[in-house]
């Protein structure tokens, strides 16, 4: 049987020591474990970024994987903490919603419980630090075998972040960037099925005032600097600057309206 | 017996090659030895944000993990090399004084030993990069069962880095910030008993020239903007601001000063 | 045996979810792989800094470690994806000339192989995402045991990066700053021999318009602010500012000249 593997997902940068603490936390329970970074990098207290991050990471790992996920706005106050498992993912959350865009994309329902059961905890829980002190040690506890269960009692209700789904109305498609990589390419909410089934007419697609004018299978299909729509790697439809940034140079960002209009 | 642990703490940034290279000749020693990374964000050559974070992870994590510290501004000179355990917890480090807060928060002495077995270095030492040329080669063959007191003679007196404890007098507990984290929480060297032995009655706290207006448990505990005093994940005392940055809100950093004056 | 070790060198940066979807998608199909992060942040596209980086970290791995590089401005196009090993470091790396530099620096010819085996990939494969969708699949096929025969063709041709030896003339070596570090150290393309061969008569170093006063063995041998000359830990001429950044001192960059005069 593999070594287990817990991955972790915060918004701790990488200069503070906190993400290292609840590294030693998970080996000190459990010194078999497998530590995995996946991001350090979620701009602080960022949900939506967090749950962008989530839906378009956890997917590809096995089922039985243990992810940590410390974006926690909320900590030492009456927000819950959550043992979730969808679709055989499994994940320690706070109960703050990062976590439903990447259920409302699974097949089936997701298993919640309420984390409650101290022992599988760190003995002195601090009011500000619930990564260190909750979920790193419940994670550990679950990699050595822990069933699920007996984290605590099964949970109905929880927080879900709302999500603006994009609008068709009169062949014309509304939606709105929903992410904004490192490269500074555009993720819109619009799905490439909902894009492809208009697009295959003329269409004009706008960010914010500006027009893209240019529609290509991939980045590298134009000349560098022009402004190019495609379906990205998260099969939605993406603006992209060819090696240069859509962000800077159309002044866009996450909640920038895109839309798809039909020429007639 | 679990695989052995090595992690690295550098402040060589991500986009060097220099971690990968450490990476690369642990590996190339102990094939099986387990590699994490704490941080490779510390401020270049700030031995105070190095001895902060050390001291706030190490300890987290089981005995016998070998910790690998560079952080070196006086590569190639005549400074030693260290290989410390503290209270179990084993560190390759320059002899700068950076875990000498750790050591200072320990129980018992540490023993130290002198790196000078150069059968332990890579063949040939550039006078720049000990890090992968001396550091991390002694931490593989750590791992792979070298006696610890083998990698040289014990040395008896090493740097220490010189803290300011803080100060009461006359009703007045005068600290200084230590550390800003990634969310620009500015942490204290005032630890929560002595905080606490006076704030039963009311205090004003001030950073610098400003005063903070409320105390809270958790930073959620006040409207989002709120510059808050609280107790956190270290022990010490904290100012924040809820969802924002104190250091850019408070034009603070390390060195501030923080007063806590009881009111008569 | 140890188990299988592949790392990760990409310009995805840390707060997408790009390198976390390429560790799901090895550890999906061999869960025993151990990841290992070499960098995630070489500068967007910047096959020169990716050349630099892997010549300066893959040699000290141990043979047998596979290496994935997603640098890759031309994903998409017709450009090929190849399987390379070089001196027992296995490749698996778009074809665009990042890891000549490492090629020409070794002892023998590459073996090369165009990916060509869709068996080895993901089912769907995007038009802008090969690391996740071909790179990281073969690699972890790859670690599984597959052949590195069986991945595809050999190929005889693929693109160089073309790099700028110095050139010595009339008692003049004149090179150029190649990589900038973490420090604002500036690295040359000068190699060590090349330099000392001259540098035992009195020289001239300049870089760009301004001369360099002092030639050290290592950074600490100035005063902090001083800009010295060393042979630094990739055997090469570099110039540095004692616990200060060159690069930004000398306002000098990747190209930026640097001359060595004998002085007559």
Redesign the interface.
């Known amino acids: 049987m593999?070594q287990p593997?817990i991955?972790l997902?915060t918004?701790?940068?990488?200069?503070?020591?906190?993400?290292?603490?609840?590294?030693?936390?998970v080996?000190?329970i459990n010194?078999?474990a497998?530590?995995?970074?996946?991001?350090?990098?979620?701009?602080?207290?960022d949900l939506r970024?967090a749950a962008?991050?989530?839906a378009?990471?956890?997917?590809?790992?096995?089922t039985g994987?243990i992810h940590v996920i410390v974006v926690d706005?909320?900590?030492?106050?009456e927000r819950a903490l959550l043992a979730v498992e969808v679709a055989g993912h499994r994940m320690l959350v706070p109960d703050n919603g990062c976590w439903t865009l990447l259920a409302s994309e699974a097949s089936g329902p997701p298993s919640v419980r309420r984390l409650a059961e101290p022992r599988y905890w760190r003995q002195s829980v601090?009011?500000?630090?619930h990564g260190?002190?909750i979920l790193a040690p419940a994670a550990a506890h679950l990699s050595l075998g822990v069933p699920f269960d007996a984290l605590g009692p099964a949970a109905t209700v929880w927080v879900r972040l709302e999500t603006c789904p994009p609008d068709l109305a009169n062949g014309c498609l509304r939606g709105e960037v929903v992410f904004v990589?490192?490269?500074g390419n555009l993720v819109s909410n619009i799905p490439a099925d909902a894009f492809l089934a208009l697009a295959d007419r003329p269409v004009r697609i706008t960010v914010g005032e500006r027009e893209v004018p240019r529609r290509v299978?991939?980045?590298?299909?134009a000349e560098p600097g022009r402004v190019v729509a495609?379906?990205?790697?998260a099969?939605r439809l993406?603006i992209a600057v060819t090696?240069g940034s859509a962000a800077q140079r159309l002044q866009a960002g996450v909640g920038t309206p895109i839309v798809v209009t039909v020429c007639s």
Chains 1, 2, 3 share one sequence.
């Open positions: 593999p593997i991955t997902t918004d701790f940068g990488d200069d503070s020591p906190y993400v290292a603490a609840m590294k030693g936390v080996l000190a010194p078999e497998r530590l995995i970074d996946l991001s350090h990098q979620i701009p602080p207290q970024h962008f991050f989530l378009s990471a956890v997917p590809y790992f096995p994987v706005p909320g900590v030492g106050t601090s009011a500000t630090f260190r002190d990589d490192h490269f299978r991939t980045y590298a299909d495609l379906i990205g790697s099969q993406e090696q």
